[in-house]
């Protein structure tokens, strides 16, 4: 009897639950591994894994015995479901996290299902060494992926503004405390503006734009007054709290999404009206690209919407007020 055979039991509810608990186990170290070991958050976590975990399960589940595509579907979305678990009960990960992963791991989860019904329908002698290969190759792309070089996003969010240029600056290169959020996703953890102060002026001041989580220093490289304020960004705060019972603090939260440098253009407009557009140059480390870039550009427009209506609100009531003194 080879080595799977003996693990497996006969039994049917044993072998389903046998079979979740080896998958999860080796899907759990790797991700340790990945995250901790290798420190990349990328197609080896988000991809492989969850196509590990469905492709795995149905695979052990349907060795050498029928299995239905029904029975291999079920398994692996009840693997990620367990797994997902795990991530939240050893504090590994926060919910937010996880709903936004959860899209992507979902549709691969179910691809891996698909795989191992295929495969261990057609091919019960190759399921031993699909199985090691599965596992082999997650590692290695963790490794290989991690040489790929982040691309620098700029993200553009633009406003009309009831005010003159000159009136729209002072609001724009320090504002006072926001009103708290109404939006969701604001709600959740995720970080955003609560001020902006400034210590001196022009070229070499520091802008300090406050949020939730901790400040961004945003050192002044161009102060062309009241056109053009541009800073690169020296440090900054985790972009979220995780939404957890816990006190997580995810590696993903350093270093991983990074904010180089900003700004704010301020064109004058024939109706005497301005139009303020600021923009965010920023990268992050989480792979695969395409996908991440969704969630993180809908954060920035909504940071950026947050801070340009709350400076258009400001500047228009300043404008008031000087047409009212003169």
Known sequence: M????????ENDRRRWWTSIGITVLIAGLLSLLGIYGIREYGLALFVFTPFYMGAGS??????????????????????????????????????????????IALIVTWLGSLFGYLLISRSVKNAPTTLLILIGVIPIMGFAEKKIQPTLTPIVTTIEINASPETVWKNVVEFPQLKEPTEFIFKTGIAYPINAKIDGKGVGAVRHCNFTTGNFVEPITVWDEPHLLKFSVAEQPAPMKELSIWNIDAPHLHNYFVSKQGQFKLTALPNGKTQLEGTTWYYHNIKPAFYWVIWSDLIIHKIHDRVLLHIKVNAERDQKEVKAEG
């Open 58 to 103: 149905a695979i052990l589940y349907g060795y050498k015995r029928q299995i239905t595509y029904t029975d291999s579907w079920k398994i692996g979305f009840a693997t990620l479901g367990i797994f997902t678990l795990c991530l939240i009960g050893f504090a590994l990960e926060g919910i937010i996290c996880i709903v936004m992963a959860a899209p």
């Open 2 to 9: 080879d080595m799977l055979s003996s693990i497996l039991s």
